[in-house]
T-cell receptor, first 113, second 115 residues
Framework: QQQVKQSPQSLIVQKGGISIINCAYENTAFDYFPWYQQFPGKGPALLIAIRPDVSEKKEGRFTISFNKSAKQFSLHIMDSQPGDSATYFCAASGQTGANNLFFGTGTRLTVIP | EAGVAQSPRYKIIEKRQSVAFWCNPISGHATLYWYQQILGQGPKLLIQFQNNGVVDDSQLPKDRFSAERLKGVDSTLKIQPAKLEDSAVYLC?????????????FGQGTRLTVV
C-alpha cells in the first residue's frame, strides 16, 4: 500500500520556468511533510519541510503548499535552473508510533537550458 | 560535521550468496534507519533503531534479512541468502536523539546487484 502518492513521474522544464510536483496522502496521523532531493549516486537530502499548522512555507526558490482538508501538498521550484535537475521525493511521517518516513515514488526533474 | 558513512559503495553477488552492509551514523544520533530503494522507486523502510533497540522492523523480510546495532552506534545489515529481487540501493540514515519528525540524514548508499 502506497502511503504517499506522487506525480508526475517525470518533468521537463525550461530554465527559468516553474516546476510543480504534487503529492497526496491518506493517513491523517501524518504531521510532518518533507521534500528530499536526490542526485544520481547520492543519498536523499532534505530540501524543505512543512507541518500542517501552516499552509505554505518558502525557502529561497522552493515553496511547499499544503492543503490539509484535501490531504495534498506540493513543491514549487521557481526560476528553475539546470542544477535543480534531480529526483525529488515527497515524504510523510507521524508522531504516533515509529517516526519513520513514508516516501513517494519520486519525480525526475530535468531543467533544460 | 561528518555525514553518514556506508560501505561498500557497490556489491555484486550471485543469488543465494550472503552479503553485509555497514553503516556509521552521524555522531550523537540515536536513531538509525535502513531503507531499501529499488530503481525508480522511493526509499522503503526496512528497520529503525533507537540506540541499540529495534523500534520498527515490520517491513524487514526476517527470513533472509537481519540487522544489528551493537553499542548503539554502527550498524550492519545482512542478507542471506540473496534473491534477484534484492537488487537495490540500501540506504542508511540517522537522526538526532529524542526528536520526532526531524531531518533524517542519509548516506550515499550501497548499490547491490544480485545476478
Amino acid at each position: 500500500q502506497q502511503q504517499v502518492k506522487q506525480s508526475p513521474q517525470s518533468l521537463i522544464v525550461q530554465k527559468g520556468g516553474i516546476s510543480i510536483i504534487n503529492c497526496a496522502y491518506e493517513n491523517t496521523a501524518f504531521d510532518y511533510f518533507p521534500w528530499y532531493q536526490q542526485f544520481p549516486g547520492k543519498g536523499p537530502a532534505l530540501l524543505i519541510a512543512i507541518r500542517p499548522d501552516v499552509s505554505e512555507k518558502k525557502e529561497g526558490r522552493f515553496t511547499i503548499s499544503f492543503n490539509k482538508s484535501a490531504k495534498q501538498f506540493s513543491l514549487h521550484i521557481m526560476d528553475s535552473q539546470p542544477g535543480d535537475s534531480a529526483t525529488y521525493f515527497c515524504a510523510a511521517s507521524g508522531q504516533t508510533g515509529a517516526n519513520n518516513l513514508f516516501f513517494g515514488t519520486g519525480t525526475r526533474l530535468t531543467v533544460i537550458p | 560535521e561528518a555525514g553518514v558513512a556506508q560501505s561498500p559503495r557497490y556489491k555484486i553477488i550471485e543469488k543465494r550468496q550472503s552479503v553485509a552492509f555497514w553503516c556509521n551514523p552521524i555522531s550523537g544520533h540515536a536513531t538509525l534507519y535502513w531503507y531499501q530503494q529499488i530503481l525508480g522507486q522511493g526509499p522503503k523502510l526496512l528497520i529503525q533503531f533507537q540506540n541499540n533497540g529495534v523500534v520498527d522492523d515490520s517491513q524487514l523480510p526476517k527470513d533472509r534479512f537481519s540487522a544489528e546495532r551493537l553499542k548503539g552506534v554502527d550498524s550492519t545489515l545482512k542478507i542471506q541468502p540473496a534473491k534477484l529481487e534484492d537488487s537495490a540501493v540500501y540506504l542508511c540514515a540517522s537522526s538526532p536523539r529524542g526528536v520526532l519528525n526531524t531531518e533524517a540524514f542519509f548516506g550515499q548508499g550501497t548499490r547491490l546487484t544480485v545476478v
